[in-house]
């Protein structure tokens, strides 16, 4: 799976409606055209003049883990006055310079696709532009002058597109000219836009639109099931925080190829979720299902509870944000999974947590370097914190006698959010479980999640009276490769690797590993001394790692 957290943007709300042309902020023509074979996306804006004669337009160069996107700019030209553009990358800023009696301006310039190969998960943020469609992210297609402020007001005109052109993003469908008032700058910057042979399926949740865009044809799975799918989840997780006031939301998804295994990820924007999915047979809506249940969750659990410090409270934004993925799947049966999925999903967290190289580093250790560059640090406080929740979680329905559960504890941190502005930090956290626990509750989780050391899960899955082995299969790989990333080196003598033959200082050949996957064998093509060999085995290793057994007793207890 990939998936770049890195990126989200979470989903907030803003006004939007189709009007006349305002005199004032700035008013955007958008043409999608070929000129000399190359597909373009044409944008035409007018916007007051400085006074002192200078104009910075914000157009980041690098943005969300992609550089040089300078490089889509095909053409740019001051339309009503004569000057000079700058291209200054390295800030971000495209500088135009004119006369100071100049009171509005109107600027020009062109958008291309600048790679050739196909779509990819590494190259869905960059603008796609062909003759078929586009899909672009805001702030790599609209241009916004930097001393506008925070807040803009801004129309947008669709040319040259009949009603057979799909015309669809973050605030509306089909719309040919829209128009957001006081809107802010950064809700503006994280939209999507897309048009062309896009189709659009619509429904709606008390009233409330939703819609599902999407282009190509799917291999894995139609897309009306998709749709049946976001609307079980948006429904679920509204009624569950009790908050049905986003009237307009639009899920975008486009296909791109991919050979072997599945990938997926998704971008939480202004009214919007936008996914890329790989298009073939191993793809499944499962995969889906939990996208759209961990990700759109991220409305409430990181967009109204605010993080007071950021990574330094993921285990909570990431890791709850896990726990009622699994949850709120299996308790609404969506896509028919049930108490079977919540179990099996809480093992293999549990499974995940415990092989983690790091899994008992200090919450401290969980900073921006550490996230953002080194994956087991960056998975960390999913597992610890889903883990964490599922604990409380059953504590608290074990001590009230099934009166409350974590849900109760939930709900009130989102009545205090979203009216008194309060955010999440860990004298907040103890603050709030306390009187449900008791207690003892501080030292619990100064121990788990500052310290990070590992729960005792076999005495709490006695405690709870809950049917459990002791010991489990876990994923264990078996080897390392060197620093060239062909030579085997590390090979682990008591691991099913070295059972099957491999052993240091192998070369690889060919190789197909599922990572994660213990029912995956990995089937390897090495070199010895001049021989070849092919080496197969399953990826896993005893471990004294207690996992759920999937017994009634436990679905009883778990509330299924």
Same mark, same amino acid.
């Given at each position: 799976m990939i998936f770049k957290k890195g990126l989200l943007v979470f989903i907030s709300s803003v006004v939007f409606y189709a009007c006349e042309t305002k005199d004032s902020g700035i008013q955007y023509e958008i043409s999608h055209l070929l000129k000399d074979s190359i597909p373009l996306v044409k944008i035409n804006m007018?916007?007051?003049?400085?006074?002192?004669?200078?104009?910075?337009?914000?157009?980041?160069?690098?943005?969300?883990?992609?550089?040089?996107?300078?490089?889509?700019?095909?053409?740019?030209?001051?339309?009503?006055?004569?000057?000079?553009?700058?291209? $200054? !990358?390295?800030?971000?800023?495209?500088?135009?310079?004119?006369?100071? /009696? =100049? &009171?509005?301006? *109107? %600027?020009?310039?062109?958008?291309?696709?600048?790679?050739?190969?196909?779509?990819?998960?590494?190259?869905?943020?960059?603008?796609?532009?062909?003759?078929?469609?586009?899909?672009?992210?805001?702030?790599?297609?609209?241009?916004?002058?930097?001393?506008?402020?925070?807040?803009?007001?801004?129309?947008?005109?669709?040319?040259?597109?009949?009603?057979?052109?799909?015309?669809? $993003? !973050?605030?509306?469908?089909?719309?040919?000219?829209?128009?957001?008032? /006081? =809107? &802010?700058?950064? *809700? %503006?910057?994280?939209?999507?836009?897309?048009?062309?042979?896009?189709?659009?399926?619509?429904?709606?949740?008390?009233?409330?639109?939703?819609?599902?865009?999407?282009?190509?044809?799917?291999?894995?799975?139609?897309?009306?099931?998709?749709?049946?799918?976001?609307?079980?989840?948006?429904?679920?997780?509204?009624?569950?925080?009790?908050?049905?006031?986003?009237?307009?939301?639009?899920?975008?998804?486009?296909?791109?190829?991919?050979?072997?295994?599945?990938?997926?990820?998704?971008?939480?924007?202004?009214?919007?979720?936008?996914?890329?999915?790989?298009n073939n047979r191993f793809t499944s809506m499962d995969q889906i299902v939990y996208l759209f249940n961990h990700e759109l969750m991220h409305n409430w659990i990181g967009h109204t509870i605010k993080n007071d410090n950021e990574e330094e409270q993921y285990w909570f934004s990431e890791g709850f944000t896990e726990y009622y993925t699994f949850k709120n799947i299996s308790r609404n049966n969506i896509n028919g999974l049930d108490g079977n999925f919540y179990i099996n999903e809480i093992n293999r967290t549990i499974r995940e947590l415990f092989s983690s190289p790091v899994v008992e580093v200090p919450n401290s250790e969980i900073n921006y370097d550490n996230f953002w560059t080194n994956f087991d640090y960056s998975k960390l406080p999913y597992y610890r914190g889903a883990?964490?929740?599922?604990?409380?979680?059953?504590?608290?329905?074990?001590?009230?006698?099934?009166?409350?559960?974590?849900?109760?504890?939930?709900?009130?941190?989102?009545?205090d959010a979203s009216r008194l502005g309060q955010k999440m930090n860990h004298g907040y956290f103890v603050q709030q479980i306390t009187p449900y626990w008791g207690r003892g509750f501080e030292d619990f989780f100064e121990k788990h999640i500052i310290e990070g050391k590992k729960i005792n899960l076999a005495k709490l899955f006695d405690e709870l009276e809950l049917d459990y082995v002791p010991e489990s299969n876990m994923y264990h790989l078996g080897f390392q490769f060197a620093e060239d990333k062909k030579t085997i080196v590390n090979v682990d003598s008591e691991g099913n690797a070295w059972k099957a033959g491999l052993r240091n200082g192998d070369e690889m050949v060919s190789q197909s590993i599922w990572y994660g996957q213990m029912d995956h064998k990995v089937n390897l093509g090495i070199t010895r001394k001049g021989t070849f060999l092919k080496i197969e085995y399953f990826p896993t290793k005893k471990a004294r790692v207690p996992q759920l057994q999937l017994t009634q007793n436990n679905l009883k207890l778990f509330g299924f």
């Open positions: 007018r916007f007051p003049a400085d006074a002192n004669g200078m104009t910075i337009l914000e157009f980041p160069n690098d943005a969300w883990g992609q550089n040089e996107l300078h490089n889509s700019l095909y053409a740019m030209q001051m339309v009503n006055f004569e000057g000079t553009i700058q291209k $200054n !990358s390295d800030s971000g800023w495209i500088v135009l310079k004119y006369p100071k /009696k =100049i &009171k509005e301006l *109107e %600027f020009e310039y062109q958008l291309k696709q600048d790679f050739e190969d196909d779509v990819s998960s590494r190259k869905i943020y960059r603008p796609i532009i062909t003759p078929e469609y586009f899909h672009i992210f805001s702030h790599n297609m609209f241009m916004v002058p930097k001393n506008m402020g925070p807040e803009l007001s801004i129309t947008l005109n669709w040319l040259d597109m009949d009603n057979r052109y799909t015309i669809h $993003n !973050s605030f509306g469908s089909q719309e040919r000219q829209q128009h957001m008032e /006081k =809107i &802010k700058k950064e *809700e %503006f910057g994280s939209a999507i836009f897309v048009g062309g042979d896009f189709r659009v399926l619509r429904d709606s949740i008390k009233g409330n639109t939703i819609s599902l865009a999407t282009r190509g044809d799917w291999v894995p799975f139609q897309e009306e099931a998709v749709l049946v799918v976001l609307k079980q989840t948006l429904t679920c997780q509204r009624n569950f925080w009790n908050d049905h006031t986003q009237e307009y939301f639009t899920v975008i998804m486009q296909p791109f190829p991919q050979n072997d295994g599945s990938s997926f990820q998704g971008t939480g924007l202004t009214n919007s979720f936008a996914t890329s999915v790989s883990i964490f929740a599922f604990c409380l979680d059953q504590k608290i329905k074990q001590r009230s006698e099934g009166q409350v559960s974590l849900d109760t504890v939930m709900q009130k941190i989102f009545s």
